[in-house]
């Protein structure tokens, strides 16, 4: 079935970097556009950075300058280069295609989303 699975998350101090991964399974990046989403406790699910099918690339401006947003398509893997990292950056971070914008990251009712399973960021 269709999946997407994160990876790479951790713990790291301010100002470093990390690169988190989603690899999908029986999903390819031609079929939907696809992005990075993370989720604070009590806050709305927030979006951060997206693909979309024509290769269009769009940041939230809190990401903007610091996070790399890629794919490579031949490893079915799409990837969040963080640097610059900061203390209000830690958050579950999600990938996810999905058309609605959940209050929740991974709980959605549109039929056409698919969410990872979220990978925790923690930086100090």
């Known amino acids: 079935h269709v999946q997407l699975v994160e990876s790479g998350g951790g713990a790291v101090q301010a100002g470093g970097s990390l690169r988190l991964s989603c690899t999908a399974s029986?999903?390819?990046?031609?079929?939907?556009?696809v992005g990075w989403y993370r989720q604070v406790p009590d806050v709305e699910c927030e979006w951060v950075s997206t693909i979309n099918v024509a290769g269009q690339i769009y940041y939230a401006d809190f990401v903007k300058g610091r996070f790399t947003i890629s794919q490579d398509k031949a490893k079915n893997t799409m990837y969040l280069q963080m640097s610059s990292l900061k203390p209000e950056d830690t958050a579950v971070y999600y990938c996810?295609?999905?058309?609605?914008?959940?209050?929740?990251?991974?709980?959605?009712?549109?039929?056409?989303?698919?969410w990872g399973q979220g990978t925790q960021v923690t930086v100090s």
């Open positions: 996810a295609t999905d058309p609605s914008a959940p209050p929740l990251c991974g709980v959605s009712s549109h039929p056409l989303a698919v």
């Open positions: 029986e999903f390819t990046f031609d079929d939907s556009d």
